[in-house]
């Protein structure tokens, strides 16, 4: 089993639908989690960034964290075109020597129809 | 452009060839890290600099490959002897003190 989980899609959704992407983890020293847009053949850049469990919000995208279920999520509203890409969760431990080191999950590709 | 760099972008080689990719982090950025990602994966960790000192390698990094940072700046890494299975994306990101890891547009290699 894969430190983490995400379902690849691809997911394809229409213009101005709500998009809900998800990450679950095994490893309890998860402490940082962070959502990661990559355009195809592109390096990924950074899009969320939450350490406690709960919501965090930043204008049409919503990162939520469940640390007792191992649960991570990324919620797009009112999806755009320009949102079509593969979009990773990454997490890492922060102390006890993991060097920050980031843990990936697969990715999952979105496609956003006009 | 202030973000990281890499280059080459692209490098097609014969296998048994040996190749070499260069990152040049965000300027003061001590803490740099090199991934490497495979179709349809995400991105795996391979090593973590902090200034010139290689602190840490995965298990992934087989002895043909290694990593300088001679100056505590630019970053180097090394395939030798490729094979087909190295052919992947080769990310470097880079870190200030604190926790965000910004990614340069990475190198993608393709080994005949």
């Known amino acids: 089993q894969k430190e983490v989980e995400q379902d690849p899609g691809p997911l394809s959704v229409p213009e101005g639908a709500i998009v809900s992407l998800n990450c679950t983890y095994s490893?309890?020293?998860?402490?940082?989690f962070m959502w990661y847009r990559q355009y195809s053949r592109k390096g990924p850049e950074l899009l969320m960034y939450?350490?406690?469990?709960g919501n965090k919000e930043d204008g049409r995208f919503t990162a939520q964290v469940d640390k007792s279920s191992k649960y991570i999520s990324l919620f797009i509203r009112d999806s755009q075109p320009s949102d079509s890409a593969t979009y990773l969760c990454?997490?890492?431990?922060?102390?006890?020597?993991?060097?920050?080191?980031?843990?990936f999950g697969k990715g999952t590709l979105l496609t956003v129809n006009p | 452009d202030t973000g990281v760099s890499q280059n080459p972008r692209h490098k097609i080689t014969k296998r048994g060839q040996n190749v070499t990719f260069r990152c040049d982090p965000i300027?003061?950025?001590?803490?740099l890290y090199w991934y490497r990602q495979t179709l349809g994966q995400g991105p795996e960790f391979l090593t973590y600099?902090?200034?010139?000192?290689?602190?840490?390698k995965s298990r992934l990094l087989s002895d043909r490959f290694s990593a300088e940072r001679p100056k505590g700046s630019f970053s180097t890494l090394e395939i030798q002897r490729t094979e087909q299975g190295d052919s992947a994306m080769y990310l470097c990101?880079?870190?200030?003190?604190?926790?965000?890891?910004?990614f340069g547009p990475g190198t993608r290699l393709l080994v005949l």
């Open positions: 990101a880079s870190r200030p003190g604190g926790e965000t890891q910004y």
């Open positions: 490893n309890s020293a998860f402490q940082y």
């Open positions: 939450t350490y406690s469990s």
């Open positions: 990454a997490m890492f431990a922060g102390s006890g020597g993991s060097n920050y080191k980031l843990t």
């Open positions: 300027s003061e950025h001590n803490r």
């Open positions: 600099f902090q200034n010139e000192a290689q602190l840490e």
